[in-house]
């Protein structure tokens, strides 16, 4: 045997043509790559801009007081008194009337109702309405203050500190911070009124804690509801319908209503819930129900995917055993499927976390100040609650509205982490 | 039936085999009228070509046998190609005893010399080789174009050689009875004959094993069975 | 369960019918029982006949092999002894098929009654994803055959033994059955089927997806099992079919060309289609 020569040199330039495909294809690669920038840039721009305008909601500014035994006597009691005098006598130059107003705007709308609760015993300090002692007190500040602090304000002239923040301080005002932040008496701790307090007018009251509650309230129903009722429906569909015109209609209305906007589920929750059954308005009852409406479409089609996922040689495995319907689908094929039933189901909660329309009709848009208890009461969910405070004029619920896209974006990372996770944990192979 | 496999080379070489049989059989039945001349003749020469050739056909069952097996390892061949296949060892055996019985009368040539009886003999003696030779030759055509009713002939053929063959024996019997010279070349011819009888009975066996290739049953069996 | 088939007390069968024509001289086969008789059955799915009036007697302890070319309905066949075809809603079967004289399309006939009496092993082998003793127990379980644990694990055991698995698996049986190999996940699928003691044990082409060792190791647990069961198997390698089995029947174009024995059947067939298949000619 000889060998025989290759008949031409093994290079791109022996095949007419070769060169420009590599080049396209190198395009093609680079196109895809620039996509893939462009929209992590997009997404990093995003959350950099809430994270710099939300993360100050996480914290809030308070300023240390010495509250004095006098004051305590001369108070009586009356917390509203107290922290006046405290004020006063802790400020230097708070002598005139308009001062002395100055110097009360320092203070935070809940600083009184901390001071009460210390003098009514509960929070103990060690002394007894009786007998006085002077203690000091870390109460927090007015929003303005909050926002001047945040923005470092204090140490600039009046005019100065309006043209760059809009603040409503005055340089008296601002004076007094410096001095306060200069002597350690100005501290920023972590808020953690923020994620338990209810909704508040003042913005450094409130909270997303109603918010929270409920969106867990909603969710956990939505979810009993969605997934069970689309499971089942899954598999009664997958397993057991003949396939006939009306499984095949049910089918394409499946489909169609996974693409229904989310506020007509609103209108039917209305019409249904509310309007007919009676039911609670604003209640996460009313919301986990429709949201559940709208995820069940995509509960059963991420279902009937998963179960169509399954080897029909499992299920024929297991009727050659002389199993009946029935056990073959929930002794083997569920259980395949179930990962895959779990991802779609939290794929379609956390949707239905980030769902406002719906909401909106069902009344779950209320001012509501106290954390819902029960799925009974009326309560606020994560998104709405971003919608209602970008909504108000103060300035401060700028900030609490990023705040509060920052904990919904924590739970849609958790939610969708805890969806990989099952799917890791329970996936078989085979 | 189509007549061909999927795997052409699987055809050319069952085409190979059936080639190999054919120039085999020709060339066996060449050995015998060869030998028989000679034998009739007294030439010597010829006789030893004869022997010398039969090595020739040693050589192609040799070759049959080798490429029938590699047939058997390569494709496992089934219904009529396996009784092809297994026939064709069973031929070319048959072949190359007929090629050693031709030999064998070859052999006789020098011993048996010109006497008279077997002048008296010979136009018996061509009759009975040329019987065997058309057995031969049938038979070989009988397995080229998987003729069931040829080989049937064919084995009829074989009662008409051995009538032959007892008149010839007793013929030469009461010859060397009544010439007692004779015997020793008579003994000759005798081999002679019996060794063309047992061309005829090879000729046989092949003519059975090519109806079993066909019919996928035993000669023996009887024809009538659906 | 209402009125099960009565299937475990075997009705005397006449003996000395065999539904095979015997290649004269050349068998020594003795007249077997008959185990199932198909007649006259008919399978359409649709408009499409994919079985058309096929008579077949398979009988004890005997390996059937039913070879012919894809399309041909030989694995329909397989599946109408078993009722699986029941899952196929435009497939409808006609005709009789009785087992150990029972009518399987009766309608007094429970599906998993029948499929506990005729056991079935798939092309590829496909392990429940549990541990090898969850695999083998799964039909006692469904069935009840087992009193106690005990009982169970003797079945696991015995069946895993009956399937030449145990002595390769004896340390591991709470690892997943399908971490084993192809072939031991094929003899595993066997040990599942014979551990609810079917009479009958169908094969749809159980060596197709696995390697020459391990089709050799299967085939000679055929040979083991048939001492026990009566076994059908379905077969595209026609080598696997004459290695394996004691009788082959050639389907094509849903119709039952040929049956006999398998040393006739490879040797003189009697029909050219069958002849034309089996030698590998363009049929």
Redesign the interface.
């Known amino acids: 045997m000889t060998n025989t020569p290759i008949r031409s040199p093994l290079s791109a330039s022996a095949v007419a043509g070769l060169k420009k495909r590599y080049r396209s294809e190198s395009l093609y690669r680079r196109l895809g790559l620039g996509a893939i920038c462009a929209s992590l840039g997009f997404l990093a721009f995003l959350l950099a801009s809430i994270l710099q305008q939300g993360g100050g909601a996480f914290f809030k500014t308070e300023i240390r007081f010495d509250i004095t035994a006098e004051a305590q006597m001369d108070a009586e009691g009356d917390a509203f008194i107290l922290l006046r005098t405290t004020l006063r006598n802790s400020l230097q130059g708070a002598n005139t009337r308009a001062a002395r107003r100055q110097a009360y705007a320092l203070a935070g709308a809940d600083a009184e109702e901390q001071l009460q609760a210390i003098l009514n015993g509960t929070q103990s300090t060690g002394a007894t309405p009786g007998d006085p002692m002077p203690f000091s007190i870390w109460l927090s500040a007015s929003d303005e203050v909050d926002f001047a602090v945040k923005s470092g304000l204090v140490n600039l002239m009046e005019t100065d500190a309006q043209n760059i923040g809009q603040t409503r301080l005055t340089t008296t005002q601002l004076n007094w911070l410096a001095k306060l932040e200069s002597d350690g008496e100005i501290r920023t701790p972590f808020n953690l009124g923020f994620l338990t307090n209810g909704d508040s007018r003042d913005a450094e009251r409130a909270g997303l804690g109603g918010a929270i509650m409920g969106s867990l309230f909603t969710l956990m129903l939505c979810f009993v509801t969605s997934f069970f009722v689309g499971v089942m429906a899954a598999v009664y569909l997958e397993e057991f319908a ?2 006939n015109l009306f499984t095949a209609f049910l089918e394409v209305n499946i489909n169609n209503l996974a693409s229904v906007p989310s506020i007509i589920f609103g209108l039917l929750g209305l019409a249904i819930f509310l309007n007919m059954f009676g039911m609670p308005r604003s209640s996460s009852l009313v919301g986990g129900m429709v949201l559940a409406l709208m995820t069940l479409p995509t509960v059963i089609i991420a279902s009937r995917v998963s179960l169509q996922s399954v ?1 029909p ?2 299920r ?9 319907r029935i ?1 073959a689908v929930f ?2 094929v569920v259980p ?1 499927a179930l990962p895959g039933m779990l991802t779609g189901a939290i794929l379609g909660m956390a949707r239905a976390l980030g769902e406002t329309a719906p909401l909106l009709m069902i009344g779950m848009v209320a001012f509501i100040a106290d954390p819902p208890s029960s799925v009974l009461d009326p309560a606020a969910a994560l998104p709405v609650q971003v919608f209602l405070w970008s909504d108000s004029p103060e300035r401060a619920f700028a900030e609490k509205t990023s705040g509060a896209i920052l904990v919904l974006i924590l739970f849609l990372i958790l939610m969708n982490g805890a969806a990989i996770m099952l799917r890791k944990k329970f996936e ?3 | 039936m189509p007549n061909h496999h999927i795997v052409q080379a699987f055809d050319a070489e069952l085409e190979t085999l059936d080639a190999l049989i054919a120039q085999m059989g020709f060339m066996a039945q060449k050995q015998q009228e060869k030998a028989l001349n000679c034998f009739l003749a007294h030439d010597k020469e010829a006789a030893k070509k004869v022997r010398d050739d039969d090595e020739k056909l040693d050589a192609c069952e040799r070759h049959i046998n080798a490429h029938a097996t590699q047939i058997f390892a390569r494709r496992q061949p089934v219904a009529a190609d396996l009784r092809t296949v297994v026939a064709s060892f069973k031929i070319a055996g048959d072949l190359e005893r007929i090629g050693d019985h031709a030999k064998n009368m070859a052999k006789r040539t020098k011993r048996v010399g010109d006497i008279p009886i077997l002048a008296e003999v010979s136009g018996s003696l061509r009759k009975i080789s040329r019987l065997v030779e058309t057995m031969i030759s049938d038979v070989i055509k009988a397995f080229t174009s998987r003729d069931a009713g040829l080989a049937l002939a064919v084995l009829d053929q074989d009662e008409a050689v051995d009538l032959l063959h007892k008149c010839l024996i007793s013929d030469l019997l009461s010859h060397m009875k009544t010439d007692t010279a004779s015997i020793a070349a008579g003994t000759e011819i005798l081999f002679a004959v019996k060794n063309i009888e047992r061309i005829g009975d090879h000729a046989t066996n092949i003519a059975e094993q090519v109806y079993y290739i066909v019919t996928g049953r035993q000669a023996d069996e009887g024809d009538g069975a659906a | 369960m209402v009125n099960p088939m009565n299937l475990q007390s075997h009705s005397p069968m006449p003996t000395g019918i065999t539904g095979f024509p015997i290649a004269a001289g050349a068998s020594t086969e003795v007249a077997q029982n008959i185990r199932i008789t198909a007649k006259d059955v008919s399978v359409s799915y649709g408009d499409l006949r994919a079985l058309k009036s096929i008579d077949l007697d398979i009988a004890e302890n005997r390996v059937t092999a039913l070879i012919g070319p894809s399309g041909c309905g030989k694995s329909t066949f397989l599946r109408c002894i078993n009722r699986m075809n029941d899952l196929i809603p435009s497939c409808q079967v006609s005709g009789e098929i009785k087992l150990s004289g029972h009518d399987i399309y009766g309608p007094e006939v429970d599906v998993e009654v029948l499929r506990r009496h005729v056991g079935m092993v798939f092309q590829k082998p496909n392990p429940f994803p549990k541990t090898i003793y969850d695999n083998v127990a799964y039909g006692p379980r469904i069935h009840g055959l087992a009193g106690s644990k005990g009982e169970l694990d003797a079945i696991v055991e015995k069946s895993l033994k009956r399937a030449g698995l145990f002595d390769e698996v004896k340390d591991r049986l709470d690892r997943l059955g399908t971490s084993l190999s192809g072939g031991q996940q094929q003899r595993l699928c066997i040990a599942r089927a014979i551990a609810i003691e079917p009479e009958v044990i169908l094969m749809d082409e159980p060596c197709s997806a696995l390697d020459p060792i391990a089709t050799a190791k299967i085939e000679e647990l055929i040979d083991e099992l048939k001492q026990r069961y009566t076994i059908v198997i379905v077969t595209h390698s026609m080598q696997q079919a004459a290695r394996v089995s004691d009788y082959t029947a050639y389907f094509h174009l849903g119709e039952l060309v040929e049956r006999g024995d398998t040393n006739r059947i490879f040797t003189s067939p009697q029909h050219a289609k069958t002849e034309a298949y089996i030698s590998g000619r363009i049929g």
């Open positions: 003949p396939k080897p040689s499992i024929e495995a297991a009727l050659a055993l002389g199993a009946t056990q002794h083997h395949l078989k192979k085979w």
